[in-house]
Nanobody
Framework: QVQLVESGGGLVQAGGSLRLSCAAS??????MGWFRQAPGKEREPVAA????????DYADSVKGRFTISRDNAKNTLYLQMNNLKPEDTAIYYC?????????????????WGQGTQVTVSS
């Protein structure tokens, strides 16, 4: 049984930074990613990373500001978010799958966390 638990969300001013973490229990999974969902909007991809970290993908809206990484020894996924903007406000979800790396295609992810709220004030 795979469980994903996010942490690190909070309230930050525009231009600030936050680091999200996702602790995975059960086993190490091939592909992991971050998604987000703002009020009244569909869940959208943010970033994804392969098992060894060699491959990453980002949504255009976060490129150059967000960095995804993972520590397989700790079974933990991270999302470093810099230069945050009010439009980044959303619930951020960790996701994972044991399929081969397929980027930020939401359909391929089998496991999801409960989410952590990120609020960016202007």
């Amino acid at each position: 049984q795979v469980q994903l638990v996010e942490s690190g969300g909070g309230l930050v001013q525009a231009g600030g930074s936050l680091r999200l973490s996702c602790a995975a229990s059960g086993r190490t999974l091939n592909t992991m990613g971050w998604f987000r969902q703002a009020p009244g909007k569909e869940r959208e991809p943010v970033a994804a990373i392969s098992l060894n970290g060699a491959r990453t993908d980002y949504a255009d809206s976060v490129k150059g500001r967000f960095t995804i990484s993972r520590d397989n020894a700790k079974n933990t996924l991270y999302l470093q978010m810099n230069n945050l903007k009010p439009e980044d406000t959303a619930i951020y979800y960790c996701a994972a799958t044991n399929r081969y790396y397929g980027g930020i295609n939401r359909a391929q992810y089998d496991y999801w966390g409960q989410g952590t709220q990120v609020t960016v004030s202007s």
